[in-house]
């Protein structure tokens, strides 16, 4: 006995589901990127042109939307590293993905909110982020050990380094987007081995995390 075919209403609900997905990433990733991740959820949805209830049902969190909408940028994140890995000159390759994350923070203030944010509640994302991490770790353990690199750099001066341009860019983006370039000049000079005088302590891992997880709870609470 043939089954009845479904309901016309539930035909065009199941075709409008991955266009409604989409089109609610498409408008994230725009008013992200322009705004930062502060963007309320409804704004996003009046922008993509569906009701509330079809962005949570889609996105029932936050961090699910902004773990959508990022995914992608992380991988590129992680193919910049490799290459950072397989330049011939570990300071070349230390300084080129530095400047490769900043550039990224500058283009997309969302990413610059990301970058220095810790994201939970979102595996895929949090498994990007630490592979990222770990990457960074070894390029800049290599210039370490090149000489190039100063000998009291630690992986969370690179936090404290993209969150200070992550503020210029909310500042500047609008009125002198090409600001962070001068920043990120004179802050590389500051970690050539070369140039270095004594500096004050580097905050520990945990604090470091607690500063990330603030914004954190600020920003990607999960919304039912």
């Not at 075709?15 to 704004?43: C, H, M, S, W």
């Not at 990224?104 to 994201?119: E, H, P, S, W």
């Not at 690199?149 to 860019?169: I, K, N, Q, T």
Request: glycine share 6%.
């Amino acid at each position: 006995m043939a089954m009845p075919a479904p309901p016309a209403r539930e035909v065009r609900l199941r075709a409008d589901a991955p266009r409604n997905r989409q089109a609610i990433i498409g408008t994230a990733r725009k008013l992200y990127g322009k705004r930062g991740l502060d963007v309320p959820f409804d704004e996003i949805a009046r922008a993509a042109g569906v009701g509330n209830a079809t962005l949570y049902r889609h996105f029932p969190s936050r961090c699910a939307l902004v773990a959508a909408v990022f995914a992608d940028t992380l991988r590129q994140v992680s193919q910049a590293a490799a290459r950072a890995l397989d330049n011939p000159d570990p300071w070349d390759g230390f300084a080129g993905h530095v400047r490769f994350l900043c550039q990224l923070q500058a283009t997309d203030r969302g990413l610059a909110d990301l970058l220095t944010t810790a994201v939970t509640g979102a595996p895929e994302l949090e498994e990007l982020r630490a592979r990222a991490y770990e990457d960074f770790v070894r390029i800049a353990q290599r210039a370490k050990d090149s000489g190039a690199l100063r000998a009291d750099f630690v992986p969370e001066d690179l936090v404290l380094l993209l969150m200070a341009s992550a503020g210029l860019v909310h500042r500047t983006a609008d009125a002198a987007p090409e600001a962070w370039n001068r920043f990120i000049d004179l802050a590389l000079d500051g970690l050539r081995a070369a140039a270095a005088t004594p500096a004050a302590r580097s905050p520990d891992p945990a604090a470091v995390w607690r500063a990330m997880r603030s914004r954190f709870v600020e920003r990607c609470v999960c919304l039912r």
